[in-house]
């Protein structure tokens, strides 16, 4: 595939949010973008359910930082925190054929910060955060033709808010927090199996990084490496690289690594090149820079900078674009921007 030059990427402003918030899940299904749930500037969970860019929808209650994935024409909202800033275990289910909302059957134990993947109508949730604050080693997968959830053999490594993401019958599950801390444990289930194996940890040990797929290969960037005792907080430029054939972590020069120091930022992959773009610098300054990463050259290169500042945003890349959506700059906004190559 032909790599995009850095000119044939733009900025395109899209119709804002109805309101301004801070982390909402959104989905991709049909073609359409669904954004669900989040935190007004409050902190307080909201019920929004809109797509865009039909007109909005409701009747979900007030949640945020739900786990949410779509089953043909279903869309699945799994736990998150209520309105009582305390996990959830209620699971509801979208027909968006019917325009409603059904309940399902609920986690066994009420959690936010769960990973979801699905494969073959099946979905498989790992990890969380429960009510006692302490991360969950569970891994549950739901069958949606019994509606009922199975508990598969336990993670090794407890956590909540991990990346996890399927290819062929595997699911690879990175990162993650324990407590305030971010952890550098790799994991990979076997569904057909049903096993885990442990890969190597993530070279750099660092919170609100992200990770991105691309072809064979699996990108950690970034982040934000948290200070201990007498060591001093840091934000990071680093990139590490993992392949998925081998096995193995590469070994990276730091002319590899990111051009500007960042952390909770929006990433991923357009086109056959890796894209970051804004986020939380050095000062702690909100960013408005964006950079593409050319796996040919081994190098980033700058793109045009984000129209609107920020950090914590949702993203998606729906349609060969990447959009991020809400976030914060000096409060919540309600930005809806995409950044796209040329003609899509």
């Not at 019917?98 to 910060?113: D, T």
């Not at 009922?148 to 090794?156: D, I, N, T």
């Not at 927090?177 to 289930?189: D, G, H, I, P």
Request: aromatic share 10%; charged share 20%.
């Amino acid at each position: 595939m032909e790599v995009p030059n850095v000119k044939d990427f733009q900025w395109k402003r899209l119709a804002p949010l109805p309101s301004r918030r801070v982390y909402c899940s959104l989905l991709e299904t049909g073609g359409q973008v669904y954004a669900i749930g989040g935190c007004d500037d409050n902190g307080v969970p909201m019920d929004c359910f809109e797509v865009y860019s039909p007109r909005p929808t409701s009747g979900l209650p007030s949640r945020a930082g739900v786990a949410v994935t779509a089953l043909g024409k279903r869309i699945m909202v799994i736990g998150g925190v209520g309105t009582n800033q305390l996990p959830l275990k209620v699971v509801e289910m979208y027909s968006i054929d019917e325009g409603k909302w059904k309940k399902r059957s609920m986690l066994r134990e009420a959690a936010m910060g769960i990973s979801v993947t699905a494969k073959d109508y099946r979905v498989y949730a790992a990890g969380g955060m429960g009510l006692d604050l302490r991360p969950h080693s569970h891994l549950q997968h739901y069958d949606m033709l019994k509606d009922m959830w199975v508990s598969l053999a336990p993670m090794p490594t407890p956590r909540y808010a991990a990346t996890s993401f399927l290819r062929g019958s595997k699911i690879y599950v990175l990162g993650g927090r324990q407590s305030k801390y971010a952890v550098n444990a790799f994991e990979v289930f076997d569904i057909e199996t049903r096993s885990w194996t442990k890969f190597p940890n993530i070279p750099c040990k660092r919170a609100f990084s992200s990770f991105v797929t691309l072809d064979s290969h699996l990108y950690s960037l970034g982040g934000l490496r948290q200070g201990r005792l007498y060591r001093q907080p840091k934000f990071l430029r680093t990139m590490d690289v993992f392949d998925m054939e081998q096995g193995g972590w590469l070994k990276m020069e730091r002319s590899f690594f990111l051009k500007k120091r960042r952390a909770d930022f929006v990433a991923g992959s357009l086109s056959g090149r890796v894209i970051v773009a804004g986020g939380l610098g050095n000062q702690p300054t909100v960013l408005e820079t964006a950079e593409a990463f050319h796996p040919g050259k081994n190098k980033w290169e700058i793109l045009p900078a984000m129209p609107t500042p920020r950090c914590a945003c949702s993203s998606i890349v729906v349609k060969n674009c990447l959009l991020a959506v809400g976030g914060v700059n000096q409060g919540l906004s309600d930005a809806v921007e995409a950044l796209c190559v040329s003609d899509s």
